[in-house]
């Protein structure tokens, strides 16, 4: 079955530091991989996505490549900001529903 | 344009009792989906419905769970009787059509607590 493991958290984080979670996935077929994140308080939110090998993601600094070698989508942003603390779930779509990771908490310090 | 809209926003039930979660999708948005998160992990899907049919409702407990979208529109997910684990937030989400490439929107959630 599918299935997407991503990296405990939490991370905690300075200002202005990099960022990165792993995210690595099982499909049985091509599924679209997407990041999603839930800032306090409010909802899951689309982040970004990719729907094919290489295909890569970006919005708000943050990027995710998709990588069909390593089965991997990892989230990576060059300079955190206080405002990126938030839960980041990495999540796969391969026949019609999404499955999620289990999240990971994300504090940025200033 | 208007987000998934969910109520109610938080419920607090003794366990036996029934409780119900609505749920009105973006305008135009076939797909409706539940999902049910428990502290700590990631959403699981329980029902997926498009326009009033059921899609996947593979992971649903019948026992005890049921939900409808009679018109194709708004839905509802009751749960009865609840035990004490259904503790959890329940999310509602919409998408255009369903597929594995489009996005779905999410609503702010019901978080249940059942004691």
């Known amino acids: 079955g599918n299935s997407v493991t991503q990296m405990e958290g939490p991370v905690t984080l300075s200002e202005e530091a990099f960022l990165t979670i792993n995210c690595t996935y099982t499909a049985t077929g091509y599924p679209s991989l997407f990041w999603y994140v839930q800032y306090p308080g409010e909802g899951l939110q689309l982040l970004l996505k990719?729907?094919?090998?290489?295909d890569k993601g970006s919005n708000k600094g943050f990027e995710a490549t998709y990588r069909k070698e390593t089965t991997s989508f990892h989230l990576e942003k060059g300079s955190v900001q206080v405002s990126d603390s938030a839960v980041y779930f990495c999540?796969?779509?391969?026949?019609?529903?999404?499955?999620f990771g289990a999240g990971t908490t994300v504090t940025v310090r200033a | 344009e208007a987000g998934v809209a969910q109520s109610p926003r938080y419920k607090i039930i003794e366990k036996r009792q029934s409780v119900a979660f609505w749920c009105n999708p973006i305008?135009?948005?076939?797909?409706l989906y539940w999902y049910q998160q428990i502290l700590g992990q990631g959403p699981k899907l329980l029902i997926q419905f498009q326009n009033n049919g059921v899609v996947d409702d593979s992971q649903l407990p019948k026992d005890r769970f049921s939900a409808e979208r009679l018109k194709g529109v708004d839905s509802t997910l009751k749960i009865q009787p609840a035990k004490l684990e259904d503790s959890a937030v329940y999310l509602c989400?919409?998408?255009?059509?369903?597929?594995?490439?489009?996005?779905?929107?999410f609503g702010p959630g019901t978080r249940l607590l059942v004691l």
């Open positions: 989400a919409s998408s255009l059509g369903g597929t594995s490439e489009e996005t779905q929107y």
């Open positions: 305008s135009g948005h076939a797909t």
């Open positions: 999540a796969l779509n391969d026949d019609y529903k999404l499955s």
């Open positions: 990719a729907t094919k090998a290489d």
